[in-house]
Nanobody, 121 residues
Framework: QVHLVESGGGLVQAGGSLRLSCAAS????????MGWFRQAPGKEREFVGRIIWSTGDTYSVPSVKGRFTISRDNAVNTMFLQMHDLKPEDTGIYYCASASSLTSRWQWDTWGQGTQVTVSS
């Protein structure tokens, strides 16, 4: 099983930047892709973006495209989320997840504990 630990959250003013990390351990060879999700207070968790381990191919949702960048360091099994020009609506708990299979959609089967990001206006 893959174990995921997020870090890097915090409080930042609007327009600021943060970089989140997600360190994977355990059976990391079973992970095909890693994703970022977030959950704002009172809202459902939403998908932010993902990266494929082998190719580095990334996808981000339109609301963060151009502001957020997903990357990975295969040598240390870590995924990053670099966030620029943060907005108050980016506030939430950010989770990373691992997918061990792809059918019609990525199957996110392992989750981290989450890290809080708060953007003040």
């Amino acid at each position: 099983q893959v174990h995921l630990v997020e870090s890097g959250g915090g409080l930042v003013q609007a327009g600021g930047s943060l970089r989140l990390s997600c360190a994977a351990s355990g059976r990391t060879f079973s992970s095909l892709a890693m994703g970022w999700f977030r959950q704002a207070p009172g809202k459902e968790r939403e998908f932010v973006g993902r990266i494929i381990w082998s190719t580095g191919d990334t996808y981000s949702v339109p609301s963060v495209k151009g502001r957020f960048t997903i990357s990975r360091d295969n040598a240390v099994n870590t995924m990053f989320l670099q966030m620029h020009d943060l907005k108050p609506e980016d506030t939430g708990i950010y989770y990373c997840a691992s997918a061990s299979s792809l059918t019609s959609r990525w199957q996110w089967d392992t989750w981290g504990q989450g890290t809080q990001v708060t953007v003040s206006s």
